[in-house]
């Protein structure tokens, strides 16, 4: 089965640092999307992409959040600095032309700030 | 704005209970619906979906049916085992966006 795919797994760092999350979508998938999961806010969506330009960025704190798509088989988050309440788990998912087949999500990026 | 408003769980029952958790809607003009599922450490999967009013999905024994009038899209299962713990997330995708709204997840118990 065709699948998204995140690194890193899981990311441990300290405040202050640059945390770079990556996404490798569905070949042929024109549409990526970053989820960020918490247990208070539940899913948000961050940003999202067609055909490599983003479209929606307002989910997304300005100041330290950056979402980028250097070419179709990459898609970057990067949180520089980042903070403790940044703690989730970041999803990429992507989606088809025809979108009514549903979104792919990616298995998530672990991240905790201590 | 459209939003997805599911019940709240967590929802506990019995291995081979009948199952349902509702959804509602709100949305402008005629949304595609979609049921994803989410196992504990896991992203979510795409589960069921619907794209137009009267529409039945359904995968695993799972189903939901896409009611306009009632703007309501309810999983259901007529027989659940303690694999299908997880939490289930309900989502619409608008007419003119790509976005994919969802739910805040309702979260499935099922005990032997």
């Known amino acids: 089965d065709a699948r998204v795919t995140q690194t890193p797994r899981h990311k441990v760092t300290e405040m202050g640092q640059e945390v770079t999350m990556r996404c490798q979508p569905i070949?042929?998938?024109?549409?990526v999307f970053w989820y960020r999961q918490t247990m208070m806010q539940g899913l948000e969506l961050l940003a999202y992409f067609r055909n490599r330009a983003p479209l929606d960025d307002s989910g997304m704190p300005k100041d330290r959040f950056s979402a980028e798509m250097p070419d179709a088989t990459l898609a970057t988050l990067k949180i520089q600095p980042s903070e403790p309440r940044d703690s989730a788990v970041y999803f990429c998912a992507s989606a088809p032309p025809d979108r009514v087949y549903g979104y792919t999500f990616g298995s998530g990026t672990r991240l905790t700030v201590v | 704005g459209d939003s997805v408003t599911q019940m709240e769980g967590p929802v506990t029952l019995s291995e081979e209970a009948f199952l349902t958790i509702n959804c509602t809607y709100t949305?402008?003009?005629?949304?595609?619906l979609f049921w994803y599922v989410q196992y504990p450490g896991e992203g979510l999967q795409l589960l069921l979906k619907?794209?137009?009013?009267?529409d039945k999905g359904s995968n695993k024994g799972f189903e939901a049916t896409y009611r306009k009038e009632t703007t309501s899209f309810h999983l259901e299962k007529g027989s659940v085992q303690v694999s299908d713990s997880a939490v289930y997330f309900c989502?619409?995708?608008?007419?003119?966006?790509?976005?994919?709204?969802f739910g805040t997840g309702t979260r499935l118990q099922v005990f032997p």
């Open positions: 619907a794209t137009k009013a009267d």
């Open positions: 070949l042929g998938h024109n549409t």
């Open positions: 989502a619409l995708s608008g007419h003119n966006t790509d976005k994919l709204i």
């Open positions: 949305a402008t003009g005629y949304p595609s």
